[in-house]
């Protein structure tokens, strides 16, 4: 099967938006309703968390939704079936970002196996350590071609950079700065550091994720990538706002900087 990830990043080299939300939130079977609205509304690429208990790298509106989805009753399991018939709904580039532990706990080689019939296109797994990710999941990846998607921040050593490049595929994940999701950074004070990546003409394409929330943010972000990652503002937003198309068009319209217009 193709992958949606490099065919993306092969015809369309700037201003990506992709969004993150948390499976089964607000409630257990929203999952591919807002995936199918957010393909509607013309994101680019979705990422789709794996609720988990201990989320290191999350702030509290996205641990918020973790927890209530897992309250919930969600399971990778489960979400894994909420999905296998996903493809005939939608072609969008699909990533799932989760935790090393809960991939263990199914089982590496089921998992990639699930992700594959599906149609997943790529998976991001924070705590996974790049030794362990050759020794036991680079093969997998690579027999069923699933971008295997790490993150740099402002404090990964340039030679850092360049393995994690080369063990990249599909895009590196550039955290804005060092801090959870959500966290109000003035990305203006990172432009050094996002020059700095940009000018080492890294294999793979950059997006930009962590304190990204409107449209000042989104063109920011994209000057120096090629493309941002948006997902506390986007969970914040559905808490206020719903889930309809119309709220979720909104919103990414809102992101793009193009008028809408909000029905009383």
């Given amino acids: ?19 993150y939300f948390t499976a089964s939130y607000p409630t257990i079977n929203d999952t591919t309703t807002i995936i199918n609205h957010l393909d509607k509304a013309g994101v680019d690429l979705i990422e789709i968390g794996i609720p988990f208990s201990d989320p290191l ?10 927890q209530q989805a897992l309250d919930n009753g969600m399971t990778l399991k489960l979400l894994l079936n909420q999905l296998k018939d996903i493809r ?10 989760g935790y090393l532990n809960t991939v263990l706990a199914y089982g590496i080689e ?30 997998l990846s690579k027999k069923h071609n699933i971008s295997n998607i790490m993150l ?8 850092r950079i360049s393995t994690i490049d080369k063990n990249t595929n599909g ?22 550091y996002y020059q700095r990546i940009k000018d080492m003409q890294l294999t793979n394409p950059l997006l930009i994720g962590f304190g990204i929330y409107d449209h000042t943010t989104y063109e920011l972000t994209c000057q120096y990538s090629s493309g941002a990652i948006i997902g506390t503002a986007f969970i914040k937003h559905i808490n206020e706002n719903g889930i309809s198309q119309e709220s979720i ?6 992101i793009r900087g193009i008028e809408t217009t909000i029905s009383n």
């Fill in 1 to 19: 099967m193709k992958n949606k990830l490099t065919q993306l990043f092969n015809s369309k080299k700037n201003n990506i938006l992709s969004i």
């Fill in 57 to 66: 790298a999350d702030g509290p509106i996205i641990q918020a939704s973790c």
């Fill in 88 to 97: 005939q709904s939608t072609q969008i580039p699909i990533v799932l970002m």
């Fill in 110 to 139: 089921a998992f990639y196996n699930e992700c594959a019939k599906i149609g997943i296109d790529g998976v991001i797994l924070p705590d996974l350590p790049l030794d362990y990710y050759q020794s036991k999941f680079e093969a």
């Fill in 152 to 159: 740099i921040s402002n404090e990964t050593p340039a030679e």
């Fill in 171 to 192: 895009f590196l994940y550039m955290v804005s700065s060092n801090s959870i999701t959500g966290a109000n950074k003035d990305l203006n004070t990172q432009t050094d």
């Fill in 249 to 254: 068009s909104n919103f990414v319209n809102g």
